[in-house]
């Protein structure tokens, strides 16, 4: 069973990911900030990290540059989560070295998919 850290600021959408997973059998850990979700990163050493990119206080992206920071956390896959659709943003995204990224509403197989491709594989970079 792998360990996924969910970050993200919205129940609904905390709820939605959290009971994918769990009905997938893995267990999951979870965040409303991103200072909250950089020490749970620090502090569980998860399988996988779902981070949400418009989170309040430190953003996505600084909490994704925080982990990676850490050479404990090196080798866990982050995936960047956006309702974002703007091009200048999702290059914004891209670019900052998420080992993936997935736009908002999720689609389910594709979700599922990346999630099972990236618990096996590990990070991809």
Do not use: C, W
């Not at 939605?16 to 200072?35: K, W, Y």
């Not at 569980?44 to 309040?56: A, V, Y």
């Not at 080992?99 to 999720?106: G, R, S």
């Amino acid at each position: 069973m792998s360990t996924i850290l969910i970050v993200e600021d919205n129940d609904k959408n905390m709820k939605l990911v959290r009971d994918i997973l769990r009905h997938q059998g893995h267990a999951t850990l979870e965040a409303t900030t991103g200072e909250e979700g950089v020490r749970l990163a620090i502090t569980q050493r998860p399988d996988l990290i779902l981070m949400d990119i418009q989170l309040p206080g430190m953003g996505g992206i600084a909490a994704f540059q925080r982990i990676r920071e850490q050479p404990a956390l090196d080798a866990v896959p982050v995936v960047a989560v956006s309702a974002s659709v703007m091009p200048e943003d999702q290059r914004n995204i891209v670019g900052s070295g998420f080992d993936a990224y997935l736009t908002k509403p999720l689609s389910l197989k594709t979700f599922l998919a990346l999630v099972d491709r990236l618990l096996v594989e590990g990070r991809s970079t």
